[in-house]
């Protein structure tokens, strides 16, 4: 039988303006896998963590994949607390290069004494594998304004979980994502209406038409998914390509075992 893992979801937004706006929040989302996991905490992680009954003091780590502050803001408070206020050398913070040291215009963005507490910081590259208690931790390429990007493939012991993080499409990225049960990917744009360095929801559909997971989560999206509602782009999506797909709206919660089974 295998072991039940969950995905809590903290906010479906992402981009400077729903950033400021909070329309649809920008929390990031949790992996819990034995192991609780905070990935991306943006702007109002702490706050939607108590709001949707959570309890911040019980991660075991932290994900920061790019340096962009709808990705990291409440990275040092959610330090704070996995670290039992200050008080314990524990958990590990993994983030990208730019996060931690800075590369060029890029960031630090976690101060050198938040650094200090986690019992391990690592910085991930693409191709590198962490192992956190029963949780395999793997980094793919992402193709971002911020270099040192990384998306995640999480391999548990229920299946594979993929999260894109923000990266434009390239062909080579549906292979990371082939054999995911579950893919969580950042489009922040509808229909084809692309930008430079982000998906839009063709861009979605090329990587579902080819990895064929058994349930796709769009988050991250940007303004004009206020003109294009999520829960309709996401049934388009579904239509073209035979996979189940969702807004990851806050408090959305997935749990993964023999089936997958989905809360709103």
């Not at 489009?187 to 979605?204: A, F, G, K, N, Y």
Request: glycine share 10%; hydrophobic share 40%; with cysteine.
């Amino acid at each position: 039988m295998k072991a039940m893992v969950e995905l809590v979801f903290l906010g479906s937004g992402g981009g400077r303006f729903q950033m400021v706006g909070q329309y649809f929040k920008t929390g990031g989302f949790r992996i819990h896998a034995g192991v609780r996991v905070h990935v991306d905490p943006g702007p109002g992680a702490l706050l939607l963590t108590h709001q949707y009954g959570l309890n911040p003091l019980d991660l075991g780590g932290i994900i920061v994949t790019h340096c962009h502050p709808d990705h990291y803001t409440d990275t040092e408070v959610l330090i704070e607390a996995m670290t039992k206020h200050s008080t314990k050398k524990r958990g590990v913070l993994i983030c990208s290069r730019s996060v931690i040291e800075g590369v060029g215009d890029y960031g630090p963005a976690v101060s050198r004494y938040h650094q200090r507490k986690p019992e391990k910081v690592i910085i991930m590259e693409p191709g590198d594998k962490f192992q956190l208690e029963d949780l395999e931790i793997e980094s793919v390429v992402a193709k971002h304004s911020d270099p040192t990007t990384f998306g995640i493939i999480f391999h548990t012991d229920s299946g594979a979980i993929g999260y894109t993080s923000d990266t434009q499409y390239f062909e080579e990225m549906t292979k990371y994502y082939e054999g995911m049960r579950i893919l969580i990917a950042n489009v922040t744009r509808p229909l084809s209406m692309r930008i430079p360095w982000h998906l839009c929801s063709e861009d979605l559909i090329k990587i579902l038409a080819a990895a064929k997971p058994e349930l796709a989560v769009m988050i991250h999206m940007g303004m004009l998914f206020l003109e294009h509602e999520p829960a309709r782009e996401a049934t388009r999506i579904k239509t073209a390509t035979g996979v189940e797909t969702i807004p990851g709206q806050a408090g959305l919660r997935i749990n993964m075992g023999e089936e997958i089974k989905i809360t709103r």
